[in-house]
């Protein structure tokens, strides 16, 4: 590879051979690079529902997961900040072995379907079509030219596979094989040629997986089978002339050479290392949400991540390498609907959370959440929940937290629990970076206003 610049020669104009083969291996590196990058919500989302039928057992047409059982169910769990507290429902849906497919959505839920890119195509539930009153959604594959029923919010989507998942509230689905006797009876996929059919459902927790996508060679090989199985008009001619110029080609054997290994394994390792300055270290001016504190959005420019007719690159990265689904539910002003995120990977100082350090963190009084608020802490390195032996790693209002005299909560984190705090502690571990994700579902109106802000993470030892 090139370290110098003035490596490279050139005789009369023309570059010697030796430079020939130095600059396409940068650039074979380079494209390397962007391909991680820029293709990187397809990855995470194959990997996701990939997961479905590997790793939990369920079919993809109309088979369903459910984690059924609040923190504890999901501590075991590795899968990009995933939230502790919701009863989820999910199932990977592929419309080339089902054709159209009907969803009976139940009321009262928040739910959204994603492309096999992780791109939104609908909210359902609370912040959907059917606005919380529940109702049946139809659909369809790529390419598809037949009858459409009437009855049904009609959908298309650009992918055969698609993520259908929604969020349920305790107080609704209830826990354990009460949950799961609510999303068989209330939450249902199926083809629209066969009639309803009961494929099943299998609880989530306490299971070990992992849906993080490939941090390593083997990453490409997730991006050749989805161009494999997936129609040519789900990609743009840039990704797949993006592809095909490191390998990967529809009908094509993708079998690098010992050169292109070595080069896919340096660019994956140079892309995941930019992925992580992108994500911990932004440089874009608008990830603060308050200008005089560390909190940040994962949602720059929205969640198309635009600005000014612009797609901004770095944003998009910054949000696929930490979480997952994509829908305006989780970023837009929807007072009393939806949810709204805060993420903080630094100390008042702007120093990096430390998993051996205490801290404490002050909600001040009057959290402006309808629905329920959590503050949830995951592994810099895997940005999923740490895995910290306890229960689970979050604190929320379903724990009914101590409250201070002024109705402010303190937030407590580190190896050990402060005497008499255990219910507002997280235990975090030495040597281990953290992050720390606020959730507020049913926003008020004081956090869009900025009338109510948390305060920044404060050292305590």
Same mark, same amino acid.
């Given at each position: 590879?090139?370290?110098?610049?003035?490596?490279?020669?050139?005789?009369?104009?023309?570059?010697?051979?030796?430079?020939?083969?130095?600059?396409?291996?940068?650039?074979?590196?380079?494209?390397?690079?962007?391909?991680?990058?820029?293709?990187?919500?397809?990855?995470?989302?194959?990997?996701?529902?990939?997961?479905?039928?590997?790793?939990?057992?369920?079919?993809?047409?109309?088979?369903?997961?459910?984690?059924?059982?609040?923190?504890?169910?999901?501590?075991?769990?590795?899968?990009?900040?995933?939230?502790?507290?919701?009863?989820?429902?999910?199932?990977?849906?592929?419309?080339?072995?089902?054709?159209?497919?009907?969803?009976?959505?139940?009321?009262?839920?928040?739910?959204?379907?994603?492309?096999?890119?992780?791109?939104?195509?609908?909210?359902?539930?609370?912040?959907?079509?059917?606005?919380?009153?529940?109702?049946?959604?139809?659909?369809?594959?790529?390419?598809?030219?037949?009858?459409?029923?009437?009855?049904?919010?009609?959908?298309?989507?650009?992918?055969?596979?698609?993520?259908?998942?929604?969020?349920?509230?305790?107080?609704?689905?209830?826990?354990?094989?009460?949950?799961?006797?609510?999303? %068989?009876?209330?939450?249902?996929?199926?083809?629209?040629?066969?009639?309803?059919?009961?494929?099943?459902?299998?609880?989530?927790?306490?299971?070990?997986?992992?849906?993080?996508?490939?941090?390593?060679?083997?990453?490409?090989?997730?991006?050749?089978?989805?161009?494999?199985?997936?129609?040519?008009?789900?990609?743009?001619?840039?990704?797949?002339?993006?592809?095909?110029?490191?390998?990967?080609?529809?009908?094509?054997?993708?079998?690098?050479?010992?050169?292109?290994?070595?080069?896919?394994?340096?660019?994956?390792?140079?892309?995941?290392?930019?992925?992580?300055?992108?994500?911990?270290?932004?440089?874009?001016?608008?990830?603060?949400?308050?200008?005089?504190?560390?909190?940040?959005?994962?949602?720059?420019?929205?969640?198309?991540?635009?600005?000014?007719?612009?797609?901004?690159?770095?944003?998009?990265?910054?949000?696929?390498?930490?979480?997952?689904?994509?829908?305006?539910?989780?970023?837009?002003?929807?007072?009393?609907?939806?949810?709204?995120?805060?993420?903080?990977?630094?100390?008042?100082?702007?120093?990096?959370?430390?998993?051996?350090?205490?801290?404490?963190?002050?909600?001040?009084?009057?959290?402006?959440?309808?629905?329920?608020?959590?503050?949830?802490?995951?592994?810099?390195?895997?940005?999923?929940?740490?895995?910290?032996?306890?229960?689970?790693?979050?604190?929320?209002?379903?724990?009914?937290?101590?409250?201070?005299?002024?109705?402010?909560?303190?937030?407590?984190?580190?190896?050990?629990?402060?005497?008499?705090?255990?219910?507002?502690?997280?235990?975090?571990?030495?040597?281990?970076?953290?992050?720390?994700?606020? %959730?507020?579902?049913?926003?008020?109106?004081?956090?869009?206003?900025?009338?109510?802000?948390?305060?920044?993470?404060?050292?305590?030892?």
């Amino acid at each position: 590879m090139i370290t110098d610049l003035d490596e490279l020669k050139y005789e009369g104009g023309y570059p010697t051979e030796e430079t020939i083969h130095k600059l396409y291996d940068q650039l074979d590196l380079q494209r390397v690079v962007q391909a991680y990058l820029d293709l990187m919500p397809a990855m995470s989302m194959q990997t996701v529902l990939d997961a479905h039928p590997r790793d939990f057992g369920v079919s993809e047409t109309g088979g369903m997961g459910v984690y059924v059982q609040p923190g504890v169910g999901k501590a075991e769990s590795i899968g990009l900040t995933y939230n502790t507290e919701s009863i989820y429902a999910s199932m990977s849906l592929d419309l080339k072995q089902t054709g159209p497919a009907v969803i009976v959505v139940p009321p009262m839920v928040l739910g959204v379907i994603n492309d096999g890119f992780m791109r939104f195509v609908t909210d359902l539930g609370n912040a959907g079509l059917d606005k919380g009153q529940g109702g049946r959604y139809l659909l369809l594959p790529p390419g598809y030219e037949g009858d459409v029923p009437d009855g049904y919010f009609v959908l298309k989507t650009s992918t055969y596979r698609n993520w259908v998942m929604v969020r349920g509230f305790e107080q609704i689905t209830g826990t354990g094989e009460d949950a799961l006797t609510y999303y %068989r009876e209330h939450f249902k996929v199926y083809p629209l040629a066969d009639g309803i059919h009961e494929p099943g459902a299998v609880s989530l927790s306490f299971l070990e997986s992992d849906t993080t996508h490939p941090r390593d060679i083997s990453c490409f090989d997730l991006l050749n089978n989805m161009v494999q199985y997936e129609p040519l008009s789900a990609f743009t001619p840039e990704e797949l002339g993006l592809l095909k110029a490191i390998g990967i080609e529809k009908g094509v054997e993708f079998k690098p050479d010992e050169r292109m290994k070595k080069i896919l394994e340096d660019g994956v390792k140079l892309a995941d290392g930019m992925a992580k300055a992108i994500a911990f270290a932004n440089r874009d001016p608008q990830a603060r949400i308050y200008p005089d504190r560390h909190w940040e959005t994962v949602f720059i420019g929205g969640y198309k991540f635009e600005r000014d007719g612009a797609l901004l690159l770095d944003a998009r990265t910054l949000f696929h390498y930490t979480a997952i689904v994509i829908t305006p539910a989780m970023e837009a002003k929807m007072v009393g609907v939806g949810s709204q995120y805060l993420s903080t990977y630094k100390d008042v100082n702007g120093a990096y959370l430390d998993g051996g350090q205490d801290y404490k963190l002050t909600l001040p009084a009057g959290i402006p959440a309808k629905d329920f608020w959590s503050v949830t802490v995951y592994d810099a390195e895997t940005r999923s929940l740490l895995q910290n032996g306890e229960p689970k790693a979050s604190v929320s209002s379903f724990d009914q937290p101590d409250a201070n005299p002024d109705g402010s909560v303190d937030v407590y984190f580190g190896p050990e629990a402060p005497q008499d705090k255990e219910k507002n502690w997280v235990k975090t571990l030495a040597g281990q970076g953290w992050f720390t994700y606020i %959730r507020l579902y049913g926003p008020l109106e004081a956090f869009f206003e900025q009338t109510w802000k948390p305060d920044d993470i404060v050292k305590i030892s």
